[in-house]
């Protein structure tokens, strides 16, 4: 497998990163995560518009952002993948600083990498739906930034997998949030609802999607909470991301939404967005 590592295509062994990278000491860096269909990388735009965002909050300095699409395809060619879609996973740390201390000095070489996969089928979540676990949102108050920092995530999703679930959604007191790697919304009454975007939640590149695709087919979508203590009078939900695109939520914790499969206007929205990445330009 090769990969682009600092400015140069090498092979995944020949990758090696310094123990004083502060991405290893303090996660002190941002990802970026996209992908294709049919060869061309959907909203590279709105992903390398978010990753200037996370790198300019964090004042990491990189001046080339660009180079990620052209890098992304070239590494799509060089392993073979196409006509496969892929994945692309792009990670900047703030680089290399010894001796270890909490400040960073100004002008560290950064430490880029960025590798494809070949993306796995995922219609049988698609058609099926999947169930999510309710977990306390125990991160960061700054969910804005794409941050490499991901324990809560991680052990959220971890523990969700270990109940034969797919994603654990976060909730802030009665306010959920989104979830550890997703988006999340709800419909009642044939209106979309999910969280506003703050400080709380990753402004989701398929979520701008989403609300896009509602607008334009006449769909009610309101940007407000949904509450864990009115989460029983909603009709639908779903999780949206890059990998998951819209998946149908089918159980929350114990209760099995509706009749236990995916809802209708969930239905209606992935038809829409299937039309959306086969015309997409
Ligand atoms: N996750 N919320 C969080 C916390 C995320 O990590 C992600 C993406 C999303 C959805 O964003 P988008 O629609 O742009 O993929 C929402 C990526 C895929 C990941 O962690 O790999």
Redesign the pocket.
């Known amino acids: 497998m090769i990969v682009y590592f600092n400015g140069k295509y090498v092979s995944l062994e020949e990758a090696k990163i310094s123990p004083y990278d502060r991405g290893f000491h303090y996660a002190d860096g941002v990802y970026e995560?996209l992908r294709s269909y049919n060869g061309k990388l959907f909203r590279v735009d709105s992903h390398m518009r978010r990753l200037k965002y996370s790198l300019t909050e964090l004042n990491i300095k990189l001046d080339d952002i660009n180079q990620f699409e052209s890098v992304s395809l070239q590494l799509a060619e060089i392993n073979k993948i196409l006509p496969h879609d892929f994945s692309v996973y792009i990670q900047v740390t703030r680089g290399v600083q010894f001796p270890r201390k909490h400040n960073y000095e100004n002008n560290p070489t950064h430490t880029v990498f960025v590798s494809v996969s070949k993306l796995k089928d995922n219609s049988e979540h698609l058609e099926k739906g999947v169930k999510i676990i309710l977990e306390e949102d125990i991160r960061w108050t700054r969910?804005d930034i794409?941050s490499i920092s991901l324990l809560p995530?991680v052990m959220a999703k971890t523990k969700a997998v270990n109940l034969d679930a797919y994603e654990a959604v976060f909730h802030r007191d009665d306010l959920i949030t989104?979830?550890?790697?997703?988006?999340f919304f709800a419909v009642k009454k044939g209106v979309v609802y999910t969280a506003p975007l703050s400080n709380f939640?990753?402004e989701?590149?398929?979520?701008e999607v989403i609300i896009e695709l509602c607008i334009k087919n006449k769909i009610r979508i309101e940007e407000e909470y949904i509450k864990v203590s009115d989460i029983k009078n909603y009709d639908e939900f779903f999780i949206?991301?890059?990998?998951t695109e819209i998946t149908p939520v089918i159980q929350i914790d114990d209760w099995v939404v509706g009749n236990g499969s995916p809802g209708k206007l969930t239905r209606v929205l992935q038809k829409y967005f299937q039309e959306h990445i086969t015309s997409f330009n």
């Open positions: 995560a969910c794409k995530s989104e979830g550890s790697h997703t988006n939640i990753l989701g590149i398929t979520r949206t991301g890059t990998t």
